[in-house]
C-alpha cells in the first residue's frame, strides 16, 4: 500500500510539472471602444438642409411627417413642394441668405430682397433630428405705390387737389 501510495504521489506530482498547452487564451488587454453617438442635427441646422439641399432624404424626417405630406410617404412629394415653395420665394424675395432663430421654435427665413420677418417658420425635429413638424407663416409685405398713386390716395383722403384746392368731385365720390 505504500508503493501505491507512493506511486500515485509521483505519478500526479508529475502531471503537475508537465506543462499542458491549454485550450484556455489569456485574456487580451481591455480594448478601448470609443462609441461615438450619431450626431444630432440642430433645427436651424436642419431647415437651412432642407432649403438648400439639391435632393431631400426621408431620413430627414419622421415617418408621420412624411404620411402628413403624401399618403404613400413618397419623400419625392415633399421634393416637389419644397421645390414649388422655393421658386416663390426666389421670385417675390430673391436668392435664400440664411435661416435665423427667432426664439422657441420659431426660424425667420431670410432673403436678399424682403423684410426680416417676412417668411417665418415654426419647425420641430424628434430626438433623432428629424423634421416632425413644419409651419410656414408669411407676411405679405405692401409693395410701395408710386408717386401718382400716392398723390390721389392723399388727395382722395383730403378731399384737395395736387395743388391744394378743394375738390367737389373728390367729395361727391366719396358720397
Known amino acids: 500500500m505504500k508503493t501505491h501510495l507512493a506511486h500515485l504521489l509521483l505519478v500526479t506530482t ?25 450626431q444630432v442635427i440642430s433645427p436651424a441646422a436642419a431647415l437651412n438642409r432642407l432649403i438648400v439641399a439639391e435632393k431631400l432624404d426621408a431620413s430627414w424626417f419622421t415617418p408621420a411627417f412624411l404620411k ?30 440664411s435661416v435665423q432663430s427667432i426664439g422657441g ?34 407676411k405679405n409685405k405692401p409693395a410701395p405705390k408710386a408717386p401718382a398713386q400716392a398723390a390721389l390716395d392723399k388727395s382722395f383722403k383730403t378731399n384737395t387737389r395736387a395743388n391744394g384746392e378743394s375738390s367737389p368731385v373728390l367729395l361727391s365720390l366719396k358720397q
Open 14 to 38: 508529475s502531471i503537475w510539472l508537465i506543462p499542458i498547452p491549454l485550450a484556455i487564451a489569456k485574456p487580451k488587454p481591455a480594448q478601448s471602444v470609443t462609441v461615438v453617438p450619431p
Open 68 to 97: 402628413a405630406v403624401d399618403k404613400n410617404s413618397d419623400v419625392n412629394a415633399l421634393q416637389m413642394q419644397r421645390d414649388i415653395t422655393m421658386k416663390l420665394g426666389r421670385f417675390r424675395y430673391g436668392s435664400y441668405k
Open 105 to 138: 421654435s420659431k426660424y425667420r427665413v431670410l432673403f436678399e430682397r424682403a423684410e426680416p420677418d417676412a417668411v417665418v417658420i415654426k419647425l420641430a425635429i424628434d430626438a433623432k433630428g428629424r423634421i416632425a413638424n413644419l409651419e410656414i407663416s408669411e
